[in-house]
């Protein structure tokens, strides 16, 4: 019965036996998880640097300095979306993964929390290895940037949560398309390479609701050492946010692999 109406609605400690599982399937794909990592810190080099020669400062920092952030908050996003998207994708609906699943005591809540705690592992990895290079690079400017880290994990579960809810409603390979035009101009216009000062009053305020541009507020915040009681707002929402989509994630589960 537990299997089919668990006790806790988000899952138990039984999730953690999917994330022992999801270890073993990559243990020897270590390098495919590191590869996003790389991204980020090409258009750090490419556009922190490069186009920050030409560009100078801003906001009183170097844009280096002001990208880096964005960056950091943008690797934590992609790395959990990957993961609960196209990934979970696969399981549900070729290599049935979750049907075998539920023949032990896991049940559809142990699914879900299982799959957003791996996501946000992946993102946080993504995260952690920016960080390291944006201490090394001197793009740290307060000591607050440690918490940029715990930050980052913030991110990575509003998304996991967000991706995997999303992904039980896809239906086939080509509505992937969709969730591309969400992401890439969440990232290109969360105030990722300007401030969001640059904005027309309406189009500012409604990318101040949008879940990268709270979580770049936020790593940008702690970075530059501007702490400010908005920085609560933003883990407030991206809690909020991450509770919402495991929410739906466990319903939609239930409904997809005990119909």
Request: contains cysteine.
């Amino acid at each position: 019965m537990l299997r089919i109406f668990p006790v806790i609605p988000f899952g138990s400690r039984r999730a953690g036996r999917l994330v022992e599982r999801n270890l073993w399937v990559y243990r020897r794909g270590w390098l495919v998880i590191f590869s996003g990592f790389f991204e980020p810190l090409f258009y750090l080099f490419g556009i922190g640097f490069g186009l920050g020669a030409l560009i100078g400062e801003v906001e009183g920092i170097s844009y280096a300095a002001f990208v880096a952030p964005a960056l950091l908050a943008t690797a934590a996003m992609n790395g959990a979306i990957y993961d609960s998207t196209f990934n979970m994708f696969f399981k549900l609906k070729y290599a049935k993964t979750y049907d075998a699943i539920l023949t032990t005591p896991l049940g559809v809540g142990d699914i879900a929390v299982g799959e957003v705690i791996w996501a946000l592992i992946r993102g946080t990895l993504y995260a952690v290895g920016f960080i390291v290079v944006i201490f090394v690079l001197g793009l740290a400017l307060s000591p607050w940037a440690i918490l940029a880290v715990p930050a980052a994990m913030l991110i990575g579960f509003a998304a996991a949560a967000i991706g995997t809810s999303c992904t039980t409603f896809i239906r086939k390979w080509q509505d992937f398309d969709l969730i591309f035009v969400v992401t890439l101009p969440l990232f290109l216009f969360s105030a990722t390479f300007f401030p969001i000062t640059a904005y027309p009053e309406p189009i500012r305020l409604l990318v101040e609701v949008t879940p990268l541009y709270r979580g770049v507020h936020l790593i940008r915040g702690l970075t530059t050492g501007e702490i400010e009681p908005m920085l609560l707002v933003d883990v407030a929402y991206l809690l909020i946010l991450g509770f919402i989509g495991l929410a739906i994630v466990s319903r939609r589960l239930g409904h997809l692999l005990l119909k």
